[in-house]
Every structure is written in C-alpha cells, then in structure tokens.
C-alpha cells in the first residue's frame, strides 16, 4: 500500500512538473488515481519486484525533466540517482 502512495505522489509531482507548476489539483487527482488504479497495477502489481520499479518511475522522469530544464544544476541528477536506487536497480 505504501508503494501505491509514493507512485500516486510520484505522478501527481510528475505531472506538476510538466505542466511547470500550474497544475490543477484536480488533473493531479485524477493521474494519481489513473495511476494507481490501472489494470497492470491491479493485476501485476501484487508483486514486489513489479511494483517497486513502477512506484518509483514518476519520480525517475519528475528528475530527468527537472536535469532538462536546468542542465548546470547538480540536485536533479542526484534525484534521479537516488530514485534509481530505491527503485532496486
């Protein structure tokens, strides 16, 4: 259930990411949800080695679009570093 959570705050920072922080609250609503609840979630996701590499994708690409933005800065590739990690890599 955790790993729900930190994928539906991953997309919802992903998206406001994108959409360079003028996101409506509720299309973050809605992408978490999408997010969350989608067939390959509900079907493959019961497994650890499934859902940890998906819970943690949102926050891959909220990292990389930030490194894109701003390519001098040292912080987005550390994220990305550290979401890599943590998503068992």
């Known amino acids: 259930m955790a790993l729900l959570l930190v994928a539906a705050w991953g ?4 998206l406001d990411r994108l959409a360079g922080g003028r996101a409506d609250p509720v299309a973050r609503v809605v992408a978490a949800t999408v997010a969350v609840a989608n067939p390959y979630v509900v079907v493959a996701g ?7 590499p998906y819970a943690f994708l949102p926050w891959l690409l909220a990292a990389f679009v930030d490194a894109v933005r701003d390519p001098r800065a040292w912080r987005p590739p550390a994220r990305f570093a550290l979401a890599f990690f943590a998503a068992g890599a």
């Open 11 to 14: 997309t919802a920072r992903f």
């Open 46 to 52: 019961s497994t650890l080695p499934v859902l940890l």
